[in-house]
């Protein structure tokens, strides 16, 4: 079973940027696509940013132009930069395969506020 552990959450100012990163452990990292998901408190998990082995991209329309994701195969890691964040990002921020293959990890905790 991967292991994922997700971190560089913090407390930010709107206008501000946040690096997200996620290990997992486990060469098999590098088959799949992975992904970034989010939860508010009182909503769903929601997919905010994908990306396949050849690392093309993809992002919900709420993130699109400020939030950049990335891996690296070779060292088991996908990130996110987030930047002009703003208080509706605010979340608890995971990493998982886009069919949520692996049991989740303990997310990371993003707020944005003033």
């Known amino acids: 079973q991967v292991q994922l552990v997700e971190s560089g959450g913090g407390l930010v100012q709107p206008g501000g940027s946040l690096r997200l990163s996620c290990a997992a452990s486990?060469?098999?990292?590098?088959?799949?696509?992975m992904g970034w998901y989010r939860q508010a408190p009182g909503k769903q998990r929601e997919l905010v940013a994908s990306i396949t082995v050849g690392g093309s991209t993809n992002y919900a329309d709420s993130v699109k132009g400020r939030f950049t994701i990335s891996r690296d195969n070779a060292n088991h890691t996908v990130s996110l930069q987030m930047n002009s964040l703003k208080s509706d990002d605010t979340a608890a921020y995971y990493c998982?395969?886009?069919?949520?293959?692996?049991?989740w990890g303990q997310g990371t905790q993003v707020t944005v506020s003033s």
């Open positions: 998982n395969t886009i069919s949520q293959r692996w049991r």
């Open positions: 486990g060469s098999i990292f590098s088959i799949y696509t």
